[in-house]
């Protein structure tokens, strides 16, 4: 398990996307799936930019927290 973040000075640089070419790159060689998991709504929508698909959504009993389960096929 991995956590990713980018320090809110650094970001709108391109970082973000340069990563997530070279993780895309390397899982290609490897004919492989990317899975994740986030729990905020503007996450799961920049992952959706980059070709992510939302394969589950699990809510808290009290609906307070949820949890997105995304796919990514290369």
Same mark, same amino acid.
């Given at each position: 398990?991995?956590?990713?973040?980018?320090?809110?000075?650094?970001?709108?640089?391109?970082?973000?996307? /340069?990563?997530? *070419?070279? @993780?895309?790159?390397?899982? +290609?060689?490897?004919?492989?799936?990317?899975? !994740?998991?986030?729990?905020?709504?503007?996450?799961?929508?920049?992952?959706?930019?980059?070709?992510? /698909?939302?394969? *589950?959504? @699990?809510?808290?009993?009290? +609906?307070?927290?949820?949890?997105?389960?995304? !796919?990514?096929?290369?």
């Amino acid at each position: 398990m991995a956590h990713i973040g980018i320090d809110k000075n650094k970001r709108g640089k391109g970082i973000f996307r /340069e990563m997530m *070419e070279f @993780v895309f790159d390397y899982t +290609k060689k490897y004919n492989s799936e990317l899975a !994740l998991e986030t729990f905020s709504d503007n996450n799961a929508s920049i992952y959706e930019h980059f070709g992510f /698909e939302v394969i *589950e959504i @699990v809510e808290s009993k009290d +609906k307070q927290i949820k949890q997105y389960r995304m !796919l990514k096929k290369l």
